[in-house]
Nanobody, 119 residues
Framework: QVQLVESGGGLVQAGGSLRVSCAAS????????MGWFRQAPGKEREFVAS????????SYADSVKGRFTISRDNAKNTVYLQMNILKPEDTAVYYC????????????WGQGTQVTVSS
């Protein structure tokens, strides 16, 4: 079992930056791909970014490419999402998720952290 806890959400002005973190505990000795998802009010949860176990393979949703950067520090069992040039449309609850690299779906999810971008 893996537990994920997000932190770092908050209120930021449009054009500003924010970094959210996800701390993992439990069976973190396994190899996991980590992902960030978000869900805005009235919308479905959507993919934001992912990073492979070693951190060499990253992917991003088109809407955040060039603005967001995903990274991880396996020694700290933590994954980060650096969000720059934030837009009001980025306002959402951001969720951290983990999956085994041999699986296609994410098995573990955090509780989410609210990110609000004001205009």
């Amino acid at each position: 079992q893996v537990q994920l806890v997000e932190s770092g959400g908050g209120l930021v002005q449009a054009g500003g930056s924010l970094r959210v973190s996800c701390a993992a505990s439990g069976r973190t000795d396994s190899s996991y791909t980590m992902g960030w998802f978000r869900q805005a009010p009235g919308k479905e949860r959507e993919f934001v970014a992912s990073i492979s176990w070693r951190g060499t393979t990253k992917s991003y949703a088109d809407s955040v490419k060039g603005r967001f950067t995903i990274s991880r520090d396996n020694a700290k069992n933590t994954v980060y999402l650096q969000m720059n040039i934030l837009k009001p449309e980025d306002t959402a609850v951001y969720y951290c998720a983990a999956r085994r690299q041999t699986k296609s779906e994410y098995d573990y999810w955090g509780q989410g952290t609210q990110v609000t971008v004001s205009s």
